[in-house]
């Protein structure tokens, strides 16, 4: 079956009995692979209303279809299953070489449910599967178990994925963790792995990864590939030449441009996402002190400076790319400060920066490298770490919180050294952090007080660094993704990059629908949406699709063999997005679970900087999404004609 290696395999931690299921040709036309495989299979065999740590739930690891099949851009994995943060469909993904190694081993995807009666790593080479006792692994962090693991296999290559402290201890903003610190962040599927004593699972095995049409794959290669050889264009040099002062020029004007691919394709490729610091900070697109504050203003062009692309560079030792990428934005970097300091660690990616950074006001860039690195140890998400410390210092600032409450800690913004102690605090669960590392709205529910206004989150999942009131797609994205608080699904911005109408008629037939400007907007980001469900199923990394005409549909055909046309993958897209939208529905999840915080949307308005009297129509934005995808705005679940419409039966 060119594509798929034929079966998944179901691993019970309970008894340590496994099953391999073979599903056969219309199952993967239908879900196609990476989160649409795994909601094809959660929705049907997890019992209704589980709650997400019952030992009954699945958690799934999935490679992409196009994972191993030698198309550009594929080496990431997923994890997916019941959101321990938020209640919803969960999901999170990372790259690396793990995505290959699932497929190598012989399976589209493994999934795991039950409880282990103590900590396990699942040892999985092939035909063979193992349980093994991880008692002596518990406790280590991420990068520790992974290489004792990789010793006790004898086998460097193998690949492995782990919890690290935060999982165990059941943080519901906890990750899992592979390649040596990289996370699957978003969540809390960190703590679904710890809920079943799931300290790791390993990946070995050679087997071939059967491509339809290898031939047609490389010459599609090539063609992509010509994008990326091309010189750098005139304004690009002009604009990284000039990096500071032209977004502080646009933020004053209150102007943006539509993202270009070859920019960001340069900006990537020469700093990695840390090239858009300072851009972002300026311009509006970060928040900027717990989403209250300007970036030129507050945070000022000096202090982002002090975190930008350059700096972080200054800093690294040496580049690496994921399997499979012609790009190669990660880079491993020094670290000079605290208790990882002579060693080296991932280099802090934008989101991380931005929590770290902006977020609290904070611009000590060593400082940030630290955390960024505690927390991959920890196997905590940086975004919501960020998020939670955000909160607690505003909480703080407004007399919500007292000393005595942290434990005699003086919190403010920029205060790095408290900065840094709350977050060593959430990490072990101690004192006030234990609070925090469930993530801020089950802290402000416990604090009270005006606490919730401070609380950043949708849905219980702490908001990304793009600030819905400068992109209004990322108010759509926040609140109506499946998993709420997504930035990687679509936005206005995105979808320049993106460009849907290209290359699906149906797009084009969507946009042309729209009875005004903003109307064409939202269906644009729409059908951008059901495009990203391709892109993540296909195990395919965003930054390909943001920085070239990504050619995902010739991809698809020649791996599979199967011919469709570019509206059939789209209706594929559209297909993927609702079902994990009906999982909600059927687990009791309404629209207003997930409503944005006020703050997110302008109300009030800034009174200053870029995003002055800035507002969001939230009510006007989500009618013309609701009415363009087909979901019923009172439950949020797709109708039963839209279900009919992309081929799927109701769910029990």
């Known amino acids: 079956m060119p594509g798929f290696m034929g079966k998944y395999l179901v691993v019970h931690l309970g008894d340590g009995s496994t099953e391999k ?14 989160y649409g495989l795994a909601a094809g299979v959660i929705a049907r065999r997890q019992p209704a209303g589980l709650e997400p740590m019952d030992p009954r739930g699945h958690l799934a690891f999935c490679p992409g279809l196009l994972t191993g099949s030698g198309a550009l851009f594929t080496g990431r994995y997923m994890v997916a299953g019941k959101s321990p943060l938020t209640g919803t469909w969960g999901d999170a993904n990372s790259g690396g070489f793990l995505s290959v190694k699932i497929k190598q081993a012989g399976y589209d995807a493994v999934f795991f449910t039950g409880r282990a009666p103590h900590p396990t790593f699942v040892e999985i080479c092939e035909d063979k599967v193992s349980l093994r006792d991880a008692r002596k692994l518990w406790g280590m962090d991420a990068i520790e178990s992974e290489g004792a693991i990789k010793q006790a296999l004898g086998d460097p290559k193998a690949q492995v994925a782990t919890i690290g402290p935060s999982g165990e201890k059941l943080s519901l903003i906890s990750g899992v963790v592979t390649g040596g610190g990289r996370i699957a962040a978003r969540s809390g599927l960190g703590a679904l792995m710890g809920s079943k004593n799931l300290k790791a699972v390993s990946f070995q095995g050679s087997k071939a990864i059967p491509v339809a049409r290898p031939d047609k794959v490389k010459a599609v290669n090539k063609k992509l590939l010509e994008a990326y050889r091309q010189k750098v264009r005139l304004a690009d040099k002009i604009a990284f030449k000039f990096g500071e002062a032209i977004p502080l020029l646009l933020a004053k004007l209150r102007v943006s441009f539509p993202a270009q691919t070859a920019t960001v394709r340069e900006l990537w490729r020469t700093w990695g996402t840390a090239g858009a610091v300072v851009y972002s900070a300026v311009i509006g697109d970060m928040p900027i002190r717990n989403w209250t504050g300007v970036g030129y203003l507050d945070y000022t062009v000096q202090s982002a400076a002090k975190c930008s692309g350059e700096m972080v560079l200054e800093r690294q030792r040496r580049r690496y790319a994921c ?15 605290g208790r990882y ?40 998400d940086t975004i919501s770490a960020g998020a939670a410390i955000a909160f607690a210092i505003e909480c703080f600032e407004k007399g919500i919180l007292c000393p005595e409450a942290l434990g005699g800690l003086e919190l403010g913004w920029g205060r790095t050294e408290s900065i840094v102690k709350l977050l060593e605090m959430m990490i072990a669960r101690e004192g006030f952090g234990d609070l925090l590392a469930d993530g801020v709205r089950k802290a402000a529910e416990r604090i009270g007080s005006g606490a919730e206004l401070c609380a950043m989150h949708a849905g219980g999942q702490e908001l990304p660094m793009h600030d819905s009131r400068f992109d209004h797609g990322f108010a759509i ?10 930035h990687t699904t679509s936005s206005f911005a995105v979808n320049d990059l993106y460009a849907p109408e290209k290359r699906f008629p149906l797009a084009r037939r969507m946009i042309r629908e729209g009875r005004d400007k903003v109307a064409r907007k939202v269906k644009r980001y729409t059908a951008g949406s059901y495009y990203a469900q391709l892109i993540h199923c296909g195990g395919c990394c965003i930054f390909g699709a943001e920085s070239s005409t990504y050619p995902v549909v010739e991809y698809y055909n020649a791996v599979t063999g ?3 046309s570019p509206d059939d993958y789209l209706l594929a897209g559209r297909r993927i997005l609702c079902l994990r939208r009906a999982f909600n529905a059927r687990e009791g999840v309404r629209p207003e679970d997930t409503e944005l915080p006020p703050r997110a949307l302008g109300r009030p308005a800034m009174t200053r900087g870029p995003l002055q009297h800035v507002s969001v129509d939230q009510a006007g934005l989500e009618k013309v999404f609701l009415e363009t995808v087909g979901w019923d705005p009172v439950t949020g679940a797709p109708t039963p004609e839209t279900m009919r419409e992309v081929g799927l039966e109701p769910l029990a």
């Not at 399997?323 to 000079?336: A, D, H, K, T």
């Open 341 to 380: 300091a002579g060693g080296e660690g991932h280099k802090p990616e934008y989101e991380s920066i931005g929590a770290f950074g902006g977020l609290l006001l904070q611009d000590d860039l060593d400082a940030v490298i630290e955390m960024n690195e505690m927390c991959n140890r920890a196997g905590m």
């Open 323 to 337: 399997q499979s990428c012609p790009l190669g934005c990660g880079g491993m970097v020094e670290i000079r400060k």
């Open 562 to 564: 199967w011919d469709l």
């Open 477 to 486: 994205a926040y609140k109506w993704d499946p998993t709420p608080g997504r």
């Open 21 to 34: 299921i073979e599903p056969g040709d219309a199952f993967y036309r239908q879900y196609l692979g990476g």
